[in-house]
């Protein structure tokens, strides 16, 4: 079993074809700090919050302009298709688990600078 309580994304099983990682808050992903956004070329991508706060921000053209942002339930299982532009931002003892495909790499999940700031005070949210 991993009880993995460093910040940031860390692989904790990987089994054949699929990953699950557990990615704990650091000041990257802090609502301030969001600097990309990241699309995965081969993988859909699950997050599941177990506690804390999560917001992903999406995007779901091809060249990412506007953006909207879904706030996790704990519990709560979300899928990112592939292709699909995204990123988050994690609050303070935020623990998330995600899941994806073990090939999934920075080679073949390119990232853009962000099309604007995030304030998420001000972003159209949806469900998913």
Same mark, same amino acid.
């Given at each position: 079993m991993a009880d993995i309580r460093e910040e940031g994304f860390h692989p904790a099983v990987c089994f054949e074809k699929?990953?699950?990682? &557990?990615?704990?808050?650091?000041?990257?992903?802090?609502e301030e700090?969001?600097?990309?956004?990241?699309?995965?070329?081969?993988?859909?991508? &699950?997050? +599941?919050?177990?506690?804390?706060?999560?917001t992903l921000i999406l995007s779901g053209e091809e060249v990412p302009r506007k953006l909207y942002a879904v706030r996790l339930e704990k519990g709560k299982v979300y899928n990112v298709p592939k292709g699909m532009w995204h990123?988050? +931002?994690?609050?303070?003892?935020?623990?998330?688990?995600? +899941?994806?495909?073990?090939d999934t790499v920075p080679e073949n999940?390119?990232? &853009?600078?962000?099309?604007?700031? &995030?304030?998420l005070a001000e972003m159209e949210y949806r469900e998913k």
């Open positions: 699929w990953k699950v990682a &557990v990615f704990n808050s650091a000041s990257v992903w802090e700090n969001l600097s990309y956004l990241q699309k995965h070329d081969l993988s859909d991508e &699950v997050f +599941v919050l177990l506690e804390g706060e999560c990123s988050h +931002v994690l609050g303070k003892k935020t623990k998330v688990i995600v +899941v994806e495909n073990s999940s390119p990232k &853009v600078p962000l099309p604007c700031p &995030v304030r």
